[in-house]
């Protein structure tokens, strides 16, 4: 079986920044096992496999370890993939996922993407997370992961992480977050998540469900303009639209090749 495989970097307008996804065109699903293989081969955060359907496409994600439920970069890169070289006309996908309908408009050069809004809850706070990040946080709330509020953008710079105390904490992630230094930028992040195989994510589309939650209330800001402070980076675009939240981004091709399996 041969299968068609691109590498798109992901929030960023420069390859060797943002986040690489791979996306896969297999004509039909393979097995799980398959795919899993795939996006171990891989071994980037996330693998997108798209399959057509009559009106939209199937999408569904993979780490190097396991199938996630939603993917923001992924997504993102799909769709750059549909647009630019799949030859998709209208400026609109619909993709039937694990987390129901999602929708990527294009505008311009700008990926628009809608999103399930997540609603963070206070939490008891694991001595798991707190010896595992090192820093004592000023809020941590939770959905599917920890929301970490800290003190500043200097402290999210300098975290460097126990992987090994927090992935303890199974299924679940680490969003740390601060109020961003430059102007520019509303809030920035980091997110950790070596439960599923990925120690430092470089930007990650769908924590920005929460942070754009947390974040439009505490500024009282319906759109913001959020960087993600990885070693790669990127930004993101987010907009508060009460159980949905839009997250936007650029996208640009690194390499286009085939699978042979």
Aim: hydrophobic content about 35%; some cysteine.
């Amino acid at each position: 079986m041969k299968m068609p495989i691109y590498q798109v970097d992901a929030f960023t307008k420069k390859i060797f920044q943002g986040n690489p996804a791979a996306v896969c065109f297999p004509e039909q699903w393979p097995d799980h096992s398959t795919m899993q293989r795939i996006a171990a081969e891989n071994n980037l955060s996330e693998t997108a496999f798209l399959v057509p359907l009559e009106e939209d496409y199937h999408l569904r994600w993979f780490t190097p370890q396991i199938e996630v439920e939603l993917c923001g970069h992924a997504t993102l890169a799909a769709a750059h993939v549909l647009f630019n070289h799949r030859g998709y006309k209208s400026e609109e996908i619909s993709f039937q996922t694990k987390s129901g309908l999602l929708k990527v408009i294009r505008r311009d050069d700008l990926l628009c993407m809608d999103f399930p809004a997540r609603f963070p809850q206070a939490v008891d706070v694991p001595q798991d997370l707190i010896d595992g990040l090192g820093v004592d946080p000023k809020l941590v709330l939770k959905d599917m992961n920890y929301l970490v509020v800290l003190d500043s953008e200097k402290t999210v710079r300098r975290l460097k992480p126990r992987f090994r105390v927090l992935s303890r904490i199974t299924y679940a992630g680490f969003i740390c977050t601060a109020p961003s230094d430059d102007p520019e930028y509303d809030f920035v992040s980091r997110y950790f998540a070596p439960y599923a195989g990925i120690n430092e994510d470089p930007v990650t589309g769908s924590i920005h469900t929460t942070l754009t939650t947390y974040w439009s209330k505490k500024l009282n800001k319906k759109k913001l303009t959020a960087r993600q402070i990885s070693k790669r980076g990127g930004v993101i675009y987010c907009e508060e639209k009460g159980d949905r939240t839009g997250i936007s981004g650029h996208a640009v091709t690194f390499m286009r090749g085939e699978i042979e399996i």
